[in-house]
């Protein structure tokens, strides 16, 4: 078990430029989902996939973000002309299915100059 | 919206002390989970406890649910400076998708 991954731990980029996060889950988990937190807030669902199905996306999800997980293994999360309002560490889990612990990666922190 | 509301926001305690953390939900679940988040970092999973659960322990960790007044407790405890971090309570809703809502969370602070 060694835990899910993302990458870039850290992103800072100039507001109008697109962004992409990687997210490597843990091998056996086949439910992977993306958080959003601000500073002093709990994360924020956006969305979720089951194997490469995405099942559910939250109003927080504009049309500028889209996520992917092409073969149900890793997920990518992208922005497109990014505001200063998507500052946020944007964090990916996994597990294995409904009714069980979901686990974090360290989460990727985006500044938007 | 955040469905989990933890209580208190910030609590300083001694080392050796125990610390109580409360969590209040509003509607009915599948389960509900405790989180440690250090700064900069991110979330590490404590304990899953599910709604025909009542109490559950790990460790130097205890949890209560109560389903009838939609709450639950996270008790740490002889705690130690290392514990010190922000505690999240999140809730799997009861339903078919897996999501969780998590509340603002609890600082903790164990002073040495």
């Known amino acids: 078990d060694t835990g899910v991954s993302q990458d870039p731990r850290h992103k800072i980029t100039k507001r109008g430029q697109n962004v992409t996060f990687r997210c490597d889950p843990i091998s056996e988990h086949n439910r992977l989902y993306w958080y959003r937190q601000t500073l002093g807030q709990g994360p924020e669902f956006l969305t979720y996939f089951q194997n490469e199905a995405q099942l559910e996306k939250s109003r927080l999800l504009s049309d500028r973000f889209s996520a992917e997980r092409p073969k149900g293994s890793f997920s990518t999360l992208e922005i497109q002309r990014t505001e200063q309002g998507d500052s946020a560490m944007y964090l990916c889990?996994?597990?294995?299915?409904?009714?069980?612990?979901?686990?974090f990666g360290d989460g990727t922190r985006l500044s938007i100059l | 919206s955040q469905q989990g509301e933890e209580d208190p926001q910030a609590l300083s305690i001694q080392e050796g002390e125990n610390a109580t953390m409360n969590c209040s939900y509003k509607?009915?679940?599948?389960?509900l989970q405790w989180y440690r988040q250090n700064s900069g970092r991110g979330l590490v999973h404590l304990i899953l406890?599910?709604?025909?659960?009542r109490e559950k322990h790990s460790g130097r960790l205890r949890v209560t649910l109560d389903t009838s007044k939609k709450s639950s407790s996270l008790l740490i405890t002889a705690s130690r400076a290392a514990d010190t971090a922000s505690y999240f309570c999140a809730t799997e809703l009861a339903g078919a998708n897996s999501k969780l809502t998590f509340g603002k969370g609890i600082t903790l602070s164990v002073r040495p």
């Open positions: 889990a996994s597990s294995r299915g409904r009714d069980q612990p979901q686990h």
């Open positions: 406890i599910r709604s025909n659960e």
């Open positions: 509607t009915s679940i599948n389960n």
